[in-house]
């Protein structure tokens, strides 16, 4: 029997691991999920935040591990080096690392590649995790990491899970997780009590959002978010000014934000809760510059849903559009049934605008965009020369 998550995750035990956080990457998705059950564990909306909460916790003589993608150690690496090493305090961050092992998405080569000599660069000592055998060389280093009082990352390739017969379904479930022996904690019950609502509740996935909204897409630019989204918009409505993103989470309504700003075009941004709780600042910056021809549509489900359907903290305490005019924007709706949808849709924009679309956590099986990433750059540059 094969259980590296299991076998990883008593090691953390053994050295008196007693705080973990994470932004989920959809390779450690059971790992996560058997963590949050096992430990004292932070669902984070950054990771850059991660490596602050755990400094403060070390402060307190907690011993804190944070469970990241490859991408997330470059929202990390000022605060690992001028908050954690230069504090001297200790950390283990396990890294699923990408674009090593049977990748499919290209834009998670540069960083998940290059993580190792970015590591060397940044004096931070790594050890990398090849298979389920490695798993025990995480023993030793652990023990360095808490006495020493030092940073060490993790490198864990796919290939470590394959074959693992740990595992929960697709959803948030409980699922196989009681073959491992533990619950799975995670909820979006809470969502309820939060959220100022919409005439009608979520009942559409994001796909068929995407479906309901795309003819009122036409000939617009459309920014739209990295993972499922973008692979719904195109298998739903491709079009030359469709610029889908393949990395960089957080970055959709930054990069709409600059078109919008740069062109008379009208400019559609397809964001996800998870990603604006990644940089939610950007909507302060949007507010203020306040472009008349930017529409941000957040499709809202509560979850990462890219990544397995973790809940994110818009599933539990946070109410996005009440963001959105908290930081500055004046024209905010919600919506979530069709008719809210359609009309919203169809209503003249009154200048910048949020609209905060309510979903159901699930994704399409679509596939992967077949346009190579500088063709689809091409595209979109020639829609908006014209
Ligand atoms: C910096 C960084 N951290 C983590 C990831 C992994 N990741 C890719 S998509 C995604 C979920 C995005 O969730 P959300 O914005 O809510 O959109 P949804 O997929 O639910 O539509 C995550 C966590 C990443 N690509 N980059």
């Known amino acids: 029997m094969s259980r590296p998550e299991e076998e990883l ?17 959809e390779k450690i998705k059971t790992l996560l999920e058997m963590a949050a059950a096992s430990f004292h564990h932070l669902p984070l909306t950054r990771e850059e935040e991660g490596v602050g909460i755990c400094a403060g916790a070390a402060l307190a003589g907690r011993r804190p591990a944070l469970f990241v993608q490859s991408s997330g150690i470059g929202n990390m690496i000022n605060a690992l080096l001028s908050l954690t090493q230069f504090y001297e305090l200790p950390l283990a961050i396990f890294v699923s690392q990408r674009g090593i092992y049977k990748e499919k998405i290209e834009a998670q080569f540069p960083m998940g590649q290059r993580l190792p000599t970015l590591l060397v660069g940044a004096g931070i000592a790594y050890t990398e995790l090849h298979s389920i055998d490695d798993i025990r060389r995480v023993d030793q280093k652990l023990k360095h990491v808490y006495d020493s009082n030092i940073v060490h990352a993790f490198l864990m390739s796919p290939a470590v899970w394959e074959g693992s017969d740990c595992g929960f379904p697709d959803s ?9 022996g533990l619950k799975n904690s995670a909820t979006t019950d809470s969502r309820e009590s939060c959220i100022v609502h919409p005439a009608s509740p979520p009942v559409f996935t994001r796909y068929e959002i995407i479906k309901l909204i795309a003819p ?12 499922w989204p973008s692979k719904e918009l195109y298998a739903i409505k491709h079009q030359p000014s469709n610029f889908y993103m393949l990395g960089s989470m957080g970055m959709a309504t930054p990069i709409g934000l600059g078109i919008a700003l740069s062109s008379k075009k009208e400019v559609v941004v397809i964001d996800g809760d998870g990603s604006l709780l990644m940089n939610p600042g950007t909507l302060a910056t949007a507010a203020f510059a306040s472009p008349r021809n930017l529409t941000i549509i957040a499709v809202d489900n509560g979850a990462y849903g890219s990544t397995g359907n973790q809940p994110t903290l818009a599933a539990s305490c946070v109410d996005l559009e009440q963001v959105a005019r908290g930081f500055g924007f004046r024209n905010t709706v919600k919506a979530a049934g069709e008719q809210e949808l359609v009309e919203v849709m169809k209503r003249p924009r009154e200048g910048l605008t949020f609209i905060h679309v309510l979903a159901v956590p699930g994704n399409k099986d679509v596939p992967n965009i077949p346009v190579h990433h500088l063709e689809i750059k091409k595209q979109v540059q020639g829609f908006l020369r014209k």
């Open 216 to 227: 009122y897409l036409e000939g617009k630019v459309v920014v739209s978010n990295l993972g």
């Open 9 to 25: 995750l008593g090691i953390l035990k053994k050295h008196g691991v007693d705080f973990t956080a994470s932004l989920p990457c």
């Open 172 to 180: 948030i479930g409980t699922g196989l997780l009681a073959d491992c």
